[in-house]
């Protein structure tokens, strides 16, 4: 028989669920502003009184911002260092943490100390400038996924994740005549879905969003990603000076748009992507993110 839930619990099921639907409001309602402002007129934003759903709609702000011919290269840029970076550093991480989680690998803990202790001291900002320009990096795009192909962090989770995997399938597997590396794509790779979903997660969202390289490393304005000239466009007063009047030459009186507006809907436009993808990776991002919380 059920047991009816008592007056106590209701009352903290009523407050606990009212807590967090404000919460959940509080958290999304600045995202769904910027929304109601990059589908609105522009000129009309500036009246005010927008809070929950565009009073002239209009997609002129979206079709302006993707007449450059800059923006659309640096969305370019953005999406072939996303889907490469992510790709060689998913999988060069997955390599190293089945490597390390080899107890029989020698100079295992040494290798292990070398990666923890570049977490620590690092040459400064200067030096791996200086490193990038002898590399000729600086004027390529594989200064974005050459130097970040692994983090000392995720190797570690990989590490982790592949010590939980039974150790009879590697010895079954090598019994039947099965090399390291078939192994790896094999047996632990197929194992290992929810850990390698939610790596790709950080180093895909890490790779859309950096506009650090592209606003101090490149001085090539067709190397630029997205997200730097995104935090351009948001740091200028000017509009046009932000994202260059000579070379996107935009005509904003014709176009029924104002620069605020402008800016709400490349907002839009950067952040969409990551937010569409994250819900199909979701269920394995939560599995993934709870390796190593419980021990027993």
Known sequence: MVEKPSTGEKVFKIINYTLLSLLGFITFYPFFYILILSLNDGYDALKGGLYFWPRVFTFDNYIKAFEDPLILNAFGVTIFRTVVGTFLCVFLTALAGYALSRKDLPGRGIITFFFFFTTIFTGGLIPFFILLRSLRLTSSIWIYILPYLYQFFNIIIMRTYFQTIPNELRESATIDGCGELKIFLKIYLPLSLPMIATITLFYGVGHWNDWFVGAFFVSDKKLKPAATILQKILSETNFEQATDTNRMNYNINRAKTTP???????????????????????KYFVKGVMIGSIKG
Request: charged share 10%; proline share 9%.
């Open 260 to 282: 605020e507006a402008l800016r709400m809907a490349f907002l839009m436009i950067i952040t969409l992507p990551i937010v569409c993808i994250y819900p199909f990776l979701q």
